[in-house]
């Protein structure tokens, strides 16, 4: 019987350059198959580079699959039928919008329908490894403009647990909820725009050829380990959970399709502590009731997110904040990201931690439970994630992983997070900087304007969507 057969084998990615270099060198080791499935697909740097790489795994034989979200697709078709016409690649697309008409005008009338997505992201190669995490593919997910990227976290696959990620790619692929692209769009293109299009991307690359990222992919002692597969993994026990596609054709309240129903035994069987890494945090009143019964047990419940100075998307602040008193008053300990900092040290980039080096915002989603599961995913902790949006993650079982994910956390939030505590009734942020304490009775690094808004969102009836 082979080594750990019943074992799946995890590393995590961090950092963007060894999670870019992780997607990359398995296009290029693949030799029968790749299946990649995201919400978010950019055609930017990153994008243009991976591409390039599917597209040489493609000419050589292997067999891609490509299924994206249509949400972020407005004025791709062409590009993305150019690219379906290799014989070797084919695309499909999560709940599409009609192409006859607007996508505004859809998102209105059709308001609950258009506006559930398929928010999970895979990459799946010869059904021997899988990518799962918080990133979808662009530069603000990979570190290559610190000044504008997010902290994230990706986990790498093997073993055991790859097949179960393929037969939910499957279901998602073959679903009633999926459309071939070349049904969807009727752009105009030749034979020859396919081979522009490789021009384009050998261009790209060449372009590239100096950065750190092309010679990452080219040098680097994962990217020869990935494609030599000696690569050293953490072996565990490990599942994949999802929600299935039909949920955003199906009723909210029906929770045999949701993943977190899934993850409720795990929950129930806290005992000690319990903790929250999302950047969108919107607990509703279902779960402040959930986190508050936890902490009046005694169990030690931690959340860290996105301040307002640090949310990518300050709408989701105005779901968030109407919860932390409640939350505080409970003993639910809250840490909010400071913004521009490294996550880290609280300056400078040289060194990396369970989230990367990002300078703006939060975008992992993490849950470690009593030190010895550990969740990963692309499953934010607000109604969105749990009710409208289809989502995908792992639960590892690891007590060195979580051990070390817990304390690196724990130990260093004062470093790259603010405290945010209650004084006579009143919120407060702690800071400390320098060595030196400084109390915020505001928001920290807001303006007026911010604050005002988020006050303003408050009054209005869009929690379900946050």
């Known amino acids: 019987m082979p080594l750990h057969s019943n074992k799946s084998g995890a590393i995590l990615l961090s950092d963007g350059l060894d999670a870019f270099v992780a997607r990359a ?32 795994a493609a000419d050589r034989g292997v067999r891609v699959r490509l299924l994206l979200d249509d949400f972020d697709l407005d004025g791709k078709d062409k590009n993305l039928l150019i690219l379906n016409s290799h014989p070797n690649i084919a695309i499909r697309l999560f709940n599409p919008f009609d192409r006859k008409f607007s996508r505004f005008g859809q998102l209105v009338t059709r308001f609950g329908d258009a506006t559930r997505r398929m928010h999970n992201k895979m990459f799946i190669a010869d059904n021997s490894m899988v990518i799962l995490g918080g990133r979808n593919i662009g530069d603000a997910y990979f570190d290559i403009n610190p000044e504008r990227a997010f902290s994230d ?22 679903s009633e909820v999926v459309y071939p692209i070349r049904l969807l769009a009727d752009e105009q293109f030749n034979e020859g725009d396919l081979e522009k299009g490789r021009k384009a991307l050998l261009s790209l690359t060449k372009e590239q050829s100096t950065s750190a990222y092309t010679q990452a ?37 029906k929770r045999e399709y949701h993943l977190i129903k899934s993850l409720e035994p795990y929950f129930r069987a806290l005992k000690e502590e319990l903790v929250i890494v999302t950047p969108y945090f919107v607990p509703g009143d279902e779960g402040t009731k959930f986190l508050v019964a936890m902490a009046k047990k005694g169990i030690k419940v931690s959340v860290i997110t996105n301040s307002l100075a640090s949310n990518d998307v300050s709408i989701v602040h105005s779901g968030y904040s109407r919860y932390r008193e409640a939350l505080l008053r409970a003993g639910v300990r809250l840490y909010e990201i400071k913004p521009k900092v490294n996550i880290l040290t609280g300056k400078g980039d040289k060194n990396k931690s369970f989230f990367g080096s990002s300078k703006t915002s939060l975008h992992a989603k993490s849950f470690v439970l009593d030190r010895k599961h550990i969740f990963i995913g692309s499953l934010n902790l607000d109604p969105r994630s749990a009710y409208e949006n289809t989502e995908v993650g792992t639960m590892l079982s690891s007590p060195y992983i979580g051990e070390n994910m817990a304390n690196f956390l724990l130990d260093n939030l004062h470093l790259f997070a603010f405290e945010v505590k209650l004084d ?11 060595g030196e304490m400084t109390v915020h009775d505001i928001e920290p690094y807001t303006y007026w304007w911010q604050r005002f808004s988020v006050k303003a969102l408050q009054l209005l009836p869009i929690e379900s969507q946050l």
Do not use: C, M
């Open 153 to 174: 976290l990706d986990v790498l696959l093997a073993g055991k647990v790859v097949p179960e990620a393929s037969n939910i790619f499957d279901l998602y692929w073959n």
């Open 217 to 253: 992919l080219i040098s680097s002692d994962f990217s020869q380990k990935i494609q030599a597969q000696q690569l050293s993994f953490t072996w565990l026990d490990a599942s994949i959970y999802y929600d299935h596609p039909i949920k955003v054709r199906s009723a909210r309240d």
């Open 25 to 56: 060198s398995l296009a290029i080791a693949s030799e029968k198959s790749l299946d990649i499935q995201y919400y978010l697909y950019h055609d930017d740097t990153i994008g243009g580079l991976l591409t390039a790489q599917i597209l040489k």
């Open 424 to 434: 006579d009734g009143d919120l407060i942020w702690l800071e400390e900087k320098d």
